[in-house]
């Protein structure tokens, strides 16, 4: 199989054309271009976004724009799997046996999202161009948006919502990266980037803009957009005046860290004890 720089290089003159020129699509070459795509990110040869060599992550928004042209290419159909009906113009992914993916019924990914061997999924959504990486736990009615970036062994746990982002094609997806635990009805949207193990409290809410305090020191250290490696977060509320009066706002507060010390599921499970995080 071409390396992921090979198929770039080989797809992505097309793909760029056609999106500034949708008339391309009636060529069968481009649209083929874009059905190529589609089918490498499904296979996991491409991905929307990585972390380059420095660890900044990379975002490649020629593979955005590829998913947002197949949508223009394809046309609806209706697909029934026993008792369920689909009418849609994405098929369900398949071949999960082959790929060594648990699925418990009815959890649904779709065509052009990977789920890498290992990973388990409860009854829950995966969207296309995402990624769920090995050992990881997409728990009951978790959902996974459109182009996210999940790592290797985290647990989405029952009912979060980990959001997507098809556009603009340049703007980051959600990353989690490998060994974060995500409590009950926790949300991450708009880019935000969870690094290396961190843990997430229930019901705690992170957008591009929710101010992300750590409280650890002698004075609050303010983060928004992305949580540091190994933060246990729970939510939290600030006030703040208006000329109505004096309200709380939500906000989310790093309380401690997790110890580099231990492995990840001892460490998970130290912190959740000394924190009294709520999962």
Request: charged letters at 20%; one cysteine or more.
């Amino acid at each position: 199989m071409p390396g992921t720089m090979s198929l770039a290089s080989e797809l992505q003159p097309s793909i760029e054309r056609a999106f500034e020129d949708r008339a391309l699509l009636n060529q069968e070459a481009y649209a083929d271009a874009v059905r190529e795509t589609i089918a490498q990110l499904d296979r996991g040869a491409l991905r929307v976004a990585e972390p380059g060599d420095d660890g900044a992550w990379i975002v490649h928004a020629w593979v955005k724009r590829a998913i947002l042209l197949y949508f223009g290419i394809q046309e609806l159909r209706t697909d029934t799997l026993g008792p369920f009906e689909y009418h849609d113009k994405i098929p369900l992914k398949r071949g999960f046996a082959e790929a060594g993916v648990r699925v418990v019924p009815p959890a649904a990914a779709r065509y052009g999202s990977f789920i890498e061997s290992g990973a388990v999924l409860m009854p829950s959504y995966v969207n296309i161009g995402a990624r769920v990486g090995g050992g990881t736990m997409v728990d009951t009615w978790a959902t996974v948006g459109s182009c996210a970036q999940i790592g290797r062994h985290v647990h989405l746990s029952g009912g979060v919502g980990i959001g997507g982002v098809l556009e603009p094609p340049s703007a980051a997806p959600v990353i989690v990266e490998d060994g974060c635990f995500l409590g009950s009805r926790a949300i991450v949207v708009e880019g935000v980037h969870l690094e290396p193990e961190v843990v997430l409290g229930a019901n705690v809410t992170l957008t591009a803009s929710t101010p992300i305090i750590d409280v650890t020191g002698p004075e609050p250290v303010t983060h928004r957009g992305r949580v540091p490696t190994r933060a246990v977060v729970i939510p939290g509320t600030r006030r703040r005046k208006f000329p109505a009066g004096e309200y709380e706002l939500a906000c989310a507060l790093i309380i401690g860290t997790r110890k580099e010390s231990t492995d990840r599921r001892t460490s998970l499970n130290q912190a959740l004890r000394d924190f009294a995080v709520p999962v």
